[in-house]
């Protein structure tokens, strides 16, 4: 019976201090917020309802930010009330090691990813599809994108509804590499199966010569065209896993750089680990605080790594978006390094 009883007990102390310190943490972010903005609370209604909405706006960003360092302190808090009641020596008295003390902590972590990474890739999108103003929506920038026939194209206006307009394609020839054509486009619409340029003008060189040819229309299948979106692109850190995996492969055959890209791709492979390993820390922290009398210690010290953890990560990220590091290193190294100095406490204390 007590070996049914205890993890559920050890979960829901966890998930109480999680709550706790979360609610906390938000609490005074929010309060921040609206302090911040006292003056335009009170100047109309629409005024408290848009702030109301930019504060909600803030929430998966902060949650993101803070549930790492939350789940840290509150393996700290939670291990080290079992500690003062002595109820940490009747469980280990049960037959509970340390690492059968960690396992009901790490499934509810598994729990706070899943929330975590719903937020980050479903709630915020969707928040921002919803309230931001429609006019930030209509904004596309130009595009270049290349294409299967050697060809480089260049679409300076993209409209929501499907027209294009100040359209430009080169034509390159690949032995002797040069430039062959080039074909300018007034404007375009997309059809269902295929675009329908007007004013098309196409500038062929010819060895010493130049010809010119117009087409006042002209209709071409979609697939031997790039794809042009026409939707304000997602930003990678907010698309989900597989679908950052699929528009990556794909903007990486159209021989765009997508650094970036694979960098928050491993970087939400990275995250829930971030998690098990602010867990394995905290369960090491209260370990050797506890022997020592100095949990309220332990608690300031798991602040201080929680943000040197972020720091580090934010560092390693950003060189690995400038291609100066692996994506894959750029995303984990945080976690490998930390994991490490996790085990050497575990081990130190003999958890």
């Known amino acids: 019976m007590p070996f049914k009883i205890i993890p559920k007990y050890i979960a829901s102390e966890f998930i109480h201090y999680f709550l706790l310190f979360l609610s906390s943490f938000v609490l005074m972010t929010l309060v921040g917020n609206f302090i911040g903005n006292l003056g335009d609370v009170f100047s109309s209604w629409l005024s408290f309802l848009e702030l109301l909405q930019e504060t909600a706006l803030l929430l998966p960003l902060l949650l993101e930010l803070i549930i790492p360092i939350t789940v840290l302190l509150s393996t700290i808090a939670t291990f080290s009330s079992f500690n003062k009641n002595a109820e940490l020596l009747a469980m280990r008295s049960s037959g509970f090691g340390g690492w059968r003390l960690a396992f009901p902590v790490l499934a509810v972590s ?6 975590a990474y719903f937020s980050q890739n479903y709630m ?3 928040m921002h599809q919803t309230w931001v103003k429609q006019e930030n929506t209509t904004r596309l920038k130009p595009l270049w994108k290349v294409g299967e026939d ?8 993209r409209q929501p ?3 294009l307009s100040s359209i430009t394609s080169f034509h390159w020839q690949k032995n002797p590499f ?12 997309q059809q269902k199966k295929s675009w329908i340029f007007h004013n098309v003008i196409r500038h062929l060189f010819l060895q010493e010569r130049l010809k010119l040819e117009h087409v006042e229309q002209w209709r071409i299948e979609t697939e031997k065209l790039p794809t042009v979106p026409f939707v304000i692109p997602v930003s990678p850190h907010h698309q ?4 950052l995996y699929e528009e990556t492969l794909k903007l990486q055959s159209e021989g765009l750089d997508v650094t970036r890209h694979w960098v928050e791709f491993f970087q939400k492979t990275a995250y829930p680990f971030q998690l098990f390993v602010m867990v394995l820390i905290g369960l ?7 022997r020592r009398g100095m949990a309220a210690e332990s608690l300031a010290i798991s602040c201080l790594l929680g943000i040197l953890f972020w720091m580090f990560n934010q560092i390693t990220m950003a060189i690995g978006s400038a291609g100066l ?6 995303a984990w190294s945080g976690n490998l390094i930390f994991l490490t100095f996790a085990f050497w406490l575990l081990s130190y204390n003999r958890v």
């Open 110 to 115: 598994i729990l706070i990813a899943v929330f």
């Open 124 to 126: 915020y999108n969707w």
């Open 150 to 157: 050697q060809s480089i194209y260049y679409f300076g206006n």
């Open 161 to 163: 509804d499907g027209r």
């Open 178 to 189: 040069q430039l062959v054509g080039r074909t300018t486009i007034e404007r375009g619409e």
């Open 240 to 243: 989900p896993l597989f679908d």
């Open 284 to 290: 090491g922290l209260s370990a050797s605080y506890n």
């Open 325 to 330: 590091l692996l994506p894959f290193f750029a």
